[in-house]
């Protein structure tokens, strides 16, 4: 079929050719080891795109005879982390034996729910809509990837014509047509039109190539790849400049970055008019490009090719009509400036799917844009949680690598309107997206829980990740910081936490804190004001500097945190929650407690005041009065333990128990129990409650409001 060679410019050779010999004889797991391959490299195909499969004798558990099934990447999931449990199974022959039964594509939905008629393993993954587009060709193992490369010539105007010249004919093509049986048959047709091919390029969607091994199989899909990349790379900026030259300077880095974390939360606002939106930004070079170009004009309103594009990208980007360094802090001027562009982009949307729609389509769907575009700062994509906007930047860095390739070689189309709607629209896609999870309480919303490195911090922020949220840790101790973020990105994932060092009696600390919450998620919608230390000392003991800083860390640090996160709720324009997390000891008097005592009763106020100022803003404040959480708590650091046994004339060793049995519910308190009350003041149950406290001391009856 090919010259093997292992060198390769444009694309990665990952094979292992000791680990693949160890699973000689075992087709399953060589498709699985050669997916996985495949999918380490994006050059290749995108995050959830594509899909590979293999055929294999086994035993049909029925008759004990010999037949052939097919193993074939289930629907959902990305081939860079395929394992068995995300495989279909299917009877060859009952798959084949389907085309029997169809009669055009008017059944196309109704085959798909056949396709589990042909399931083999009872435990399969549940079959893809691409699942005949494997079965109907002969070959053992087969790929079918959206390499960019690819995409960009099946995207071109003269696309067939040159893949016919680049590839000699040893290439097929089959026009654009949405996945399903009809082009399972199609791409049989186009095999026995020309036996001998080693490939099929599909029409502004992707490639099919194969090998009767899975390493002939990866090795061929390589050798496709690099050929149309390398041809692509050979036209790039030979005949005009690339997106028909540069038409505007990007900002330096540093300016970009903050530009870009001043704008996120203006643009969040719009985005989840809605639902509540996360965003992510990005300024890779790929997009400066592009966004800086002559061409962005004329190509982003053109949209995505590739379904899989489309489907996470919109149909179309909204580009903002806005100055690099335009001055973002009147925020009512620059809101007012960009509504008309969201308004537009909402109602070109409903026009969209008015124009579109059948009978049978599922209600419009948000029409927010999902990718936005601000020339010389970077791209914003919005959508439902982190992993999903991060995703959608990468799948139009994937359109512009397309789009570029495209116009290097001919000229860029886009898919028809009506075709992308089909897509869109397809009721099997609405099915899916039915299926989906219901969302938990906080999906789609951004915590900040100051001094979250440890202790009632640390509990608070996993509840709140725990419950849907991202989360912005934050501490003044890197060491402990940096403990947390890995345990917290390996129980939730690396898209739902971010990490920023924050001095909260630093007004520029707190204001690069909520920059880096702007860049991560695109805003911030609660803030837990939980960083403290705790200081007993008798009054003639008491320094003039320990009283400072307990004021400076509990009292200055709330509102310097507060007045930053404000001003990005303002900007969001949908409100927010501020809790704090005071203390028994604000409304309850006792010895030794002059300095923290009264800094917590100074919270406490703070909250009551911040509550009847930002109600109109729909900002809630309110706050939680813990007592004696000692687990993992700094509290008990700096002598305090010493100081509080000292006052109640036991030891450090008996302050556990003294504290549980002078409650009334005779309970410890541990930081779990703080979480959850933080979280029911930000769930959902309690949105018309401000100003407001919840105890959470076990029953401390001087504790009790009156």
Not at 115 to 130: G, R, T, V
Not at 465 to 475: F, Q, R, T, Y
Not at 603 to 623: C, F, P, S, W, Y
Request: with cysteine; charged share 20%.
């Amino acid at each position: 079929m090919s010259t093997v060679t292992t060198e390769f410019k444009h694309v990665s050779y990952l094979w292992d050719e000791a680990k693949a010999a160890s699973m000689e004889g075992d087709e399953v797991a060589l498709l699985i080891y050669r997916s996985n391959m495949l999918g380490a490299d994006l050059r290749l195909t995108n995050y959830g795109g594509g899909n590979t499969s293999c055929k294999a004798m086994a035993k049909d558990p029925l008759t004990g005879t010999e037949t052939e099934v097919m193993w074939v990447k289930g629907s959902g999931g990305d081939i860079g982390t395929l394992k068995k449990s995300g495989l279909a199974a299917l009877y060859v022959d009952r798959l084949r034996s389907l085309q029997n039964i169809y009669t055009g594509l008017e059944m196309e939905d109704e085959m798909v729910g056949l396709f589990n008629h042909c399931i083999y393993d009872l435990d399969s993954k549940a079959p893809s809509i691409d699942t005949p587009l494997h079965g109907f060709l002969p070959f053992k193992h087969i790929d079918h990837l959206h390499p960019d490369a690819a995409i960009a010539i099946a995207a071109a105007k003269d696309g067939e014509q040159i893949t016919q010249e680049l590839f000699g004919g040893s290439i097929g093509w089959v026009p654009w047509q949405r996945p399903g049986f009809d082009l399972g048959l199609q791409l049989k047709a186009c095999l026995d039109a020309n036996p001998g091919i080693r490939g099929i390029m599909l029409g502004s969607h992707g490639l099919f190539t194969w090998g009767d091994t899975a390493y002939e199989c990866y090795i061929n899909t390589l050798e496709v790849v690099e050929r149309c990349a390398e041809y692509i790379e050979s036209k790039v900026g030979q005949d005009a400049p690339v997106f028909g030259g540069q038409k505007i300077d990007s900002l330096p880095a540093e300016n970009r970055l903050q530009q870009a974390a001043a704008i996120a939360p203006i643009l969040r606002g719009f985005c989840s008019s809605y639902q509540k939106m996360i965003g992510h930004f990005t300024d890779d070079e790929r997009v400066l490009q592009f966004i800086n170009s002559n061409d962005l004009d004329r190509l982003a309103p053109l949209g995505t090719s590739c379904p899989d594009h489309f489907l996470r990208t919109k149909i179309s980007p909204l580009v903002l009509e806005l100055s690099p360094n335009a001055d973002l802090t009147d925020v009512k001027t620059i809101q007012a400036q960009l509504a008309p562009a969201f308004e537009a982009y909402r109602n070109m949307y409903a026009e969209y799917y008015n124009t579109c729609k059948h009978a049978n389509s599922p209600a419009m769907r948000d029409p927010n844009p999902v990718v936005i575009l601000y020339p010389g700062v970077g791209m914003f994509t919005f959508s439902k949680d982190k992993q999903t906007a991060r995703v959608a930047a990468e799948f139009y860095i994937n359109a512009i690598n397309v789009m570029r390739g495209a116009e290097a070689i001919s000229e860029y189309t886009s898919l028809p309107r009506q075709e992308a709607f089909d897509i869109e629209y397809w009721l099997l896609e609405e099915a899916k997206l039915q299926r989906m999870p219901k969302p938990k309480a906080l999906s789609g919303r951004v915590a900040m829980v100051t001094g979250s490195g440890g202790g009632i911090g640390k509990a608070i922020a996993k509840k709140y990740a725990e419950e849907g949220a991202c989360v912005v840790l934050n501490d003044v101790n890197a060491e402990r910081l940096e403990e947390t973020s890995k345990e917290f990105q390996k129980l939730f994932g690396k898209d739902v936490v971010a990490v920023t060092l924050l001095d909260v009696t630093n007004a520029a600390s707190a204001a690069q804190a909520m920059q880096n919450a702007s860049l991560a998620f695109g805003g911030v919608d609660i803030i837990v004001n939980n960083a403290g230390i705790s200081i007993s000392r008798a009054i003639a003991d008491h320094s003039e500097e320990e009283f400072d800083r307990l004021y400076d860390i509990l009292v200055k640090g709330q509102f310097l945190v507060s007045k930053a996160a404000v001003a990005i709720m303002r900007k969001q324009g949908f409100g927010g929650d501020i809790v704090n997390i005071v203390s028994k000891n604000a409304v309850v008097a006792g010895p030794n407690n002059a300095g923290y005592g009264t800094a917590k009763a100074g919270q406490a106020h703070l909250t009551r005041l911040l509550a009847a100022e930002l109600g109109g803003d729909k900002i809630r404040v309110n706050m939680v009065n813990p007592d004696a959480v000692i687990a993992d708590s700094n509290i008990w650091a700096g002598g305090w333990a010493e100081g509080r046994a000292k006052a109640y004339g036991i030891t450090v060793e008996e302050l556990p128990a003294y504290y549980a049995k002078r409650t009334l519910l005779n309970e410890v308190i541990l930081p779990e129990d703080i979480a959850n009350a933080c979280f029911a003041l930000v769930g959902g149950l309690l949105n018309k409650s401000t100003g407001n406290a919840i105890n959470v001391d076990g029953g401390v009856a001087m504790g009790f409001y009156r």
